[in-house]
């Protein structure tokens, strides 16, 4: 079993919806989670971090975090096609543990 | 402010022969990262440096690989001799200390032919 899962996608959905991307870890221990964009041939950039179960808001972006579930999304609001990238999942632990990450296609 | 650079982006280098990747990180990132992604894969961590040390060298593939940070600033990662199995991006990282806000550099893109 992979640390981190997710579904490589790709995700596709018209310009202005919501965008749902789904993330599973194995380590019930984990305690820092992460979401990165990051564009083809670039580096990753992080967008949102999340500590807490809930819900963390940054502008278009909201972060969810369920540990009982070991479960954690990003939605991005309004979706741009700008927005089309490759999200990458991850947990810190003694370093950065990254999903393969799910290919997002926002169709003007 | 200056990202984590790295050099060189892009290296295509015959199987047997030696590569050498450079990381500026942040300037005052006491952290500094190795990842590597392989074709197809997730991007997996190779090491870590807090400033000149070796914090955590688990993910190192094999002893074909040496990374130094001398002076805990930049940091060389060298593969030798290269494998055709070590093609892919290699990626620097760095952040503060007790800082989990970790920036990427743009990569290394490495082949091996």
């Known amino acids: 079993q992979k640390e981190v899962e997710q579904n490589s996608g790709p995700l596709s959905v018209p310009e202005g919806a919501i965008a749902s991307l789904n993330c599973t870890y194995s380590?019930?221990?984990?305690?820092?989670f992460f979401w990165y964009r990051q564009y083809s041939g670039k580096s990753p950039e992080l967008i949102m971090s999340i500590y807490s179960n809930g819900d963390k808001e940054d502008g278009r972006f909201t972060a969810q975090l369920n540990k009982a579930s070991q479960y954690v999304s990003l939605l991005i609001r309004d979706s741009q096609p700008s927005d089309s990238a490759t999200y990458l999942c991850a947990l810190l632990r003694r370093a950065l543990t990254f999903g393969s990450g799910t290919r997002l296609q926002v169709q003007p | 402010e200056a990202g984590v650079t790295q050099f060189p982006s892009h290296s295509v280098i015959e199987k047997g022969q030696t590569v050498t990747l450079r990381c500026d990180p942040i300037?005052?990132?006491?952290?500094l990262y190795w990842y590597r992604r392989v074709m197809g894969k997730e991007i997996k961590f190779l090491l870590h440096?807090?400033?000149?040390?070796?914090?955590?060298e688990s993910g190192m593939p094999n002893n074909r690989f040496l990374a130094e940070r001398t002076g805990g600033t930049y940091s060389t990662l060298k593969v030798q001799p290269a494998e055709l199995e070590d093609s892919g991006v290699y990626f620097c990282?760095?952040?503060?200390?007790?800082?989990?806000?970790?920036?990427f550099g743009e990569g290394s893109w490495l082949t091996v032919v």
């Open positions: 440096f807090v400033k000149e040390s070796k914090q955590d």
């Open positions: 990282a760095s952040s503060q200390v007790s800082r989990n806000t970790i920036y």
């Open positions: 300037s005052g990132h006491d952290n």
């Open positions: 380590d019930r221990g984990s305690q820092s």
